[in-house]
């Protein structure tokens, strides 16, 4: 690891404050960012740490959403009575990341901002149609996340809490490596209060993204089978030493429609 | 340039000036002395080096002891501060749940907080709770029953 400065925030505008004077980042549990200082593909000349910011810690309810504080570990979503209560399927998702002591540590904001192509948030974040609420502004699901690895963050800009307005229904189902349980591919379906269905799959491609061919058979008929006769074009879609493309896009609409089926 | 750090290690108050990108296990191993805690993988894989974090179990190769600023941490060696045995190590003893012995104390401490969140736990969700710990010699079946057999005696 690289040499490394570290700071304490105490609001979150003065963790802003921070960034912009030190061209650092934030720090959050740091189960992504310490083993990518460790590999020095990350250096941060300054690590700005979140935990202290109160407010961005709990889960509430504002009318229609639940809302996340972007400090909120893994495993306080997996156990918050709240959450199991507004969207179950969100606590399972939690419940399912790594393993015990990852997500004691690891964030929800930490891992919206790492937008890991294979990680579990951002599908739920897309499928919800979400908000992730920022210092600065509030930005649509669709909006946030760019590519592999990127969203539309501005490097002084700290994601304060993610917002879940109400489904009727969702389910979120991977495929998890059987060695870090990170998605190979996994899919939330969820279909929003206005009747309108969203498919979100992580794991399969360069970043996430909504299977609409799958969308627009749910909406016809929102059952396992019509999930399960969708052809997933493979195209784009990530070769590697764990699954070839073809089997990913096979993988989509199995995914798909166990979520289904799960969505009761 | 050096940080101030202040927490407390089984109980006991340490303080320290460290280096920002010290490892908690560095600090407890190298500058403690609490050799307990070990290092398997060192990128978070195994869960050799898992302590508790105020009653929390993590891996302290994946967390910076900054991190732990003003944390209360418990380490392997603060479950038997006067040499008796504590009922989950005595039952990883009893049941062979061992065999080197080198993930073990990563294991007796993911297991307390398995226990302690999910009290009378089956077979199935031991397993699945102890995802984060891997084990090379003994094929986990006597690390689930001493598990349960060390649940049972916490519950006494
Ligand atoms: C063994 C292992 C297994 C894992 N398995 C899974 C899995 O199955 N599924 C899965 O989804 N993830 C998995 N993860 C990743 C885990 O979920 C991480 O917790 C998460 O990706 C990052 O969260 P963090 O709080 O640790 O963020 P950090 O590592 O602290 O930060 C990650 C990045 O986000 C930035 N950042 C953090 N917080 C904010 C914020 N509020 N605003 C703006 N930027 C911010 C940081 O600067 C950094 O660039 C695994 C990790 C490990 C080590
Ligand atoms: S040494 Fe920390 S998880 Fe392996
Ligand atoms: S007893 Fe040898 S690694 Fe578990």
Not at chain 1, 10 to 15: G, H, M, N, R, S
Not at chain 1, 111 to 128: E, F, G, Q, R
Not at chain 1, 212 to 233: N, P, W, Y
């Amino acid at each position: 690891m690289y040499e490394v400065e570290y700071k304490q925030a105490k609001t979150v505008a003065d963790a802003a404050a921070l960034l912009a004077k030190t061209g650092g980042k934030p720090l959050a549990g740091g189960q992504s960012l310490i083993a990518a200082m460790k590999l020095r593909l990350a250096q941060p000349g300054t690590l700005v740490d979140l935990s202290g910011i109160a407010d961005l810690h709990g889960i509430r309810r504002e009318g229609d959403a639940l809302v996340i504080g972007a400090m909120t570990r893994h495993a306080g979503i997996a156990s918050s009575t709240e959450v199991k209560r507004a969207i179950p399927a969100l606590a399972a998702l939690a419940e399912g990341i790594g393993d015990r002591q990852v997500r004691n540590m690891g964030t929800i904001g930490g891992a919206l901002a790492n937008n890991d192509p294979a990680a579990d948030w951002p599908a739920a974040v897309l499928a919800l149609n979400a908000t992730v609420v920022t210092g600065k502004r509030r930005l649509a699901a669709g909006d946030f996340f760019k590519g592999m690895y990127e969203t539309a963050l501005a490097a002084d800009e700290i994601i304060t809490a993610v917002s879940f307005p109400s489904p009727k229904k969702a389910a979120y189902v991977k495929f998890p490596n059987p060695a870090s349980r990170f998605a190979l591919v996994g899919v939330f379906v969820a279909q929003l209060a206005d009747g309108s269905v969203r498919v979100a799959v992580t794991g399969a491609a360069p970043a996430v993204f909504r299977a609409t061919g799958i969308e627009a058979a749910l909406a016809k008929s929102f059952t396992a089978d019509a999930a399960k006769a969708v052809k997933v074009d493979a195209s784009g879609l990530n070769t590697d030493l764990h699954a070839t493309a073809a089997y990913r896009a096979h993988l989509v609409s199995v995914m798909a429609s166990r979520a289904v089926a799960a969505c009761g | 340039m050096g940080i101030q750090i202040a927490m407390t290690v089984n109980g006991k108050a340490v303080d320290a000036d460290v280096d920002p990108r010290t490892l908690l296990v560095d600090f407890l191993r190298i500058n403690l002395g609490l050799t307990g805690t070990h290092v398997g993988c060192d990128t978070a894989q195994c869960g050799a080096c898992t302590v508790h974090l105020n009653g929390r179990a993590i891996k302290a190769c994946n967390v910076l002891a900054v991190q732990a600023q003003g944390a209360a941490i418990v380490t392997i060696e603060g479950l038997s501060p006067d040499g008796v045995l504590h009922p989950m190590q005595a039952a990883f003893k009893d049941c062979h749940g061992l065999q080197c012995g080198f993930c073990t104390p990563g294991m007796v401490m993911s297991a307390l907080d398995l226990v302690e969140r999910h009290p009378g736990a089956d077979e199935a969700t031991i397993r699945e709770q102890l995802e984060g710990n891997l084990c090379r010699c003994t094929g986990y079946q006597n690390i689930v029953r001493a598990v349960q057999q060390g649940a049972a005696a916490m519950a006494k």
